[in-house]
């Protein structure tokens, strides 16, 4: 079955850095787009963008143009996103999804100093 | 940006009965291919969203027909008969037409 796996829960200092994984099992991971989307806690849905799987090709919404990084590493089925120059309203749950049906668990991000 | 507009943003609804979401985009969801990539998705407690319906009104593998989703253009209603306990949670539309938004979301809680 299809299934994304991502990585444990965060807790960084602003003006710090992470890298979250996603790990995609029981299809051809080159085949679907990985998306990324946020949700600060007790809001909705915001989608950040997405990256081509096959040419490693990102897109980012206008408010994750800058300070955030997605990458692949297609060997091991994996998308990552990389948050740089951490602030506090980074604080939330990132979700990796494909084709909006399948989500990842969610990790969740705390900036605190 | 496309503006996902999702009213009411909470409802209170008894057990058994049926209760629609609206859904409104300030731009037609029509592809160039002739679809509309509106969905909706419902995300439970402490879960992760969970896509119910796709392209309006296609019903996700495993999702009841009491989940039904029609209109066209920039008007959608997702509409959900008899309303169990675990429908409940926070409803959101999604379009893929355009560069990806979701609407705000449609809180369901119990009356």
């Known amino acids: 079955q299809i299934q994304l796996v991502q990585s444990g829960p965060e807790l960084k200092k602003p003006g710090e850095s992470l890298k979250i994984s996603c790990k995609a099992s029981?299809?051809?991971?080159?085949?679907?787009?990985m998306q990324w989307v946020k949700q600060a806690p007790g809001k909705g849905l915001q989608y950040m963008g997405w990256?081509?799987?096959?040419?490693?090709?990102?897109t980012y919404a206008d408010d994750f143009k800058e300070r955030f990084v997605f990458s692949l590493e297609t060997s091991a089925s994996t998308a990552y996103l990389q948050i740089n120059n951490l602030k506090n309203e980074d604080t939330a749950t990132y979700f990796c999804?494909?084709?909006?049906?399948?989500w990842g668990q969610g990790v969740m991000v705390t900036v605190s100093s | 940006d496309v503006v996902m507009t999702q009213t009411p943003p909470s409802l209170s609804v008894a057990i058994g009965q049926s209760v629609s979401i609206s859904c409104k985009s300030s731009?037609?969801?029509?592809?160039?291919?002739?679809?509309?990539?509106l969905h909706w998705l419902l995300q439970s407690s402490g879960r992760s969203p969970k896509r119910l319906i796709y392209?309006?009104?296609n019903l996700d593998s495993g999702v009841p027909d009491r989940f039904s989703g029609t209109g066209s253009q920039k008007d959608f209603t997702l509409k959900i008969s008899r309303v169990e306990a675990k429908d409940l949670g926070v409803y959101y539309c999604a379009q893929t037409t355009h560069f990806p938004t979701f609407g705000g979301g449609t809180k369901l809680e119990l009356k």
């Open positions: 029981g299809y051809t991971f080159t085949d679907y787009a």
């Open positions: 392209q309006v009104s």
């Open positions: 999804a494909r084709d909006e049906q399948y």
């Open positions: 990256i081509n799987t096959q040419t490693g090709k990102p």
């Open positions: 731009q037609s969801l029509v592809y160039s291919d002739g679809k509309t990539y």
